[in-house]
């Protein structure tokens, strides 16, 4: 399965965002899942988790500004991104698994918070 990241943008420092991961093919298991980020000359870090029975888990950089959460129908994540800082600048991405990466990449969503 591959999933599709979309809702980046432009926004000052203290803007909001939220992010969209949809399932490239219909999907009706319920995965883990996780959001990434990958900054300029930077490895790719873990931003935040959720697992199937709905336990979540944030980087210490995001804690209390991002939230990841499902649908209803839980056919897609999302990642909703508050008080967003310069260093918050980054291509974000999902995958399936809490804390690891199970599937190939997506195109990911660029996410860029400037002055």
């Known amino acids: 399965v591959q999933f599709v990241e979309s809702g980046g943008g432009l926004v000052q420092p203290g803007g909001s965002l939220k992010l969209s991961c949809t399932p490239s093919t219909p999907v009706f298991v319920l995965f883990d899942m996780s959001w990434w980020r990958q900054a300029p000359g930077k490895q790719r870090e873990l931003v935040a988790s959720i697992r199937s029975d709905g336990i979540t888990d944030y980087a210490d950089s995001v804690k209390g500004r991002f939230t990841i959460s499902r649908d209803e129908a839980e056919t897609g994540v999302y990642l909703q991104m508050n008080i967003l800082e310069l260093e918050d600048t980054a291509v974000y991405y999902c995958?399936?698994?809490?804390?690891?990466?199970?599937?190939?990449w997506g195109q990911g969503t660029q996410v860029t918070v400037s002055t």
């Open positions: 995958n399936r698994g809490a804390g690891v990466a199970l599937e190939d």
